[in-house]
């Protein structure tokens, strides 16, 4: 967990330094840098980092360790918890609640947000929105960031293969996409390489979160 946090708040916090990098008369991110003062971030989380376990928790370690590291107030990290990834109405509120409150970049952390962020990312040109995961991006204001989660999937699986006493292990997946399909394939690759009769059975929750 503490490489996937690590990565998290580098990706995050290189795009901020980059938007409070110089001097500039433009209060757009997308336009020019911007005041560290003056630097407001929305986040979008799939349940409540308050929680203390799970994907949001980890996700939210990321942002803590950004804020410290560019040494942002509490006042400038604006949260929105349990938002449902297939909720589009429920997206759109969070992040225009964000826009409200004068954010100018917006962290989109569940694959089901790509849709509305890229949508609203062309309504407000002036605002970053990032997306943790997904495909889209444009060359102005929407961006993706994504950590190599297949390598750490890999080594899981060497561990999986080592320890297993039946050679069939479960893994538990949520949709058929690239990104989950290339985990399920490193991890296989990892139980392999240490037990090659071992077997991988998958099951889809057909959801991001759900308990």
Same mark, same amino acid.
């Not at 297939?86 to 225009?96: E, F, H």
């Not at 102005?140 to 190599?148: A, D, E, K």
């Given at each position: 967990?503490?490489?996937? $946090?690590?990565?998290?708040?580098?990706?995050?916090?290189?795009?901020?330094?980059?938007?409070?990098?110089?001097?500039?008369?433009?209060?757009? =991110?997308?336009?020019?840098?911007?005041?560290?003062?003056?630097?407001? $971030?929305?986040?979008?989380?799939?349940?409540?980092?308050?929680?203390?376990?799970?994907?949001?928790?980890?996700?939210?370690?990321?942002?803590?360790?950004?804020?410290?590291?560019?040494?942002?107030?509490?006042?400038?990290?604006?949260?929105?918890?349990?938002?449902?990834?297939?909720? =589009?109405?429920?997206?759109?509120?969070?992040?225009?609640?964000?826009?409200?409150?004068?954010?100018?970049?917006?962290?989109?952390?569940?694959?089901?947000?790509?849709?509305?962020?890229?949508?609203?990312?062309?309504?407000?040109?002036?605002?970053?929105?990032?997306?943790?995961?997904?495909?889209?991006?444009?060359?102005?204001?929407?961006?993706?960031?994504?950590?190599?989660?297949?390598?750490?999937?890999?080594?899981?699986?060497?561990?999986?293969?080592?320890?297993?006493?039946?050679? $069939?292990?479960?893994?538990?997946?949520?949709?058929?996409?690239?990104?989950?399909?290339?985990?399920?394939?490193?991890?296989?690759?990892? $139980?392999?390489?240490?037990? =090659?009769?071992?077997?991988?059975?998958?099951? *889809?929750?057909?959801? *991001?979160?759900?308990?």
């Amino acid at each position: 967990m503490r490489k996937w $946090v690590r990565v998290l708040a580098v990706a995050m916090a290189a795009v901020l330094a980059l938007m409070a990098a110089g001097c500039s008369t433009d209060e757009s =991110p997308a336009g020019g840098a911007v005041d560290k003062d003056k630097i407001k $971030v929305g986040v979008i989380h799939l349940s409540d980092p308050g929680e203390g376990s799970g994907y949001s928790y980890t996700h939210d370690q990321g942002i803590v360790a950004m804020q410290k590291e560019l040494g942002l107030r509490d006042d400038q990290i604006i949260r929105k918890n349990s938002v449902d990834d297939q909720d =589009p109405t429920a997206i759109q509120r969070a992040i225009q609640e964000c826009i409200e409150a004068e954010c100018n970049i917006i962290f989109g952390t569940s694959w089901g947000y790509m849709d509305t962020m890229e949508s609203l990312a062309k309504e407000y040109p002036n605002i970053i929105f990032s997306h943790g995961t997904g495909y889209k991006e444009n060359d102005t204001n929407f961006n993706n960031y994504f950590g190599r989660i297949y390598q750490a999937r890999y080594l899981t699986g060497l561990v999986a293969g080592s320890m297993t006493q039946s050679n $069939v292990i479960g893994y538990v997946a949520a949709f058929p996409l690239p990104e989950v399909i290339r985990g399920i394939n490193a991890f296989t690759l990892g $139980v392999r390489a240490v037990n =090659p009769k071992a077997e991988v059975r998958v099951v *889809w929750t057909k959801s *991001w979160y759900d308990p």
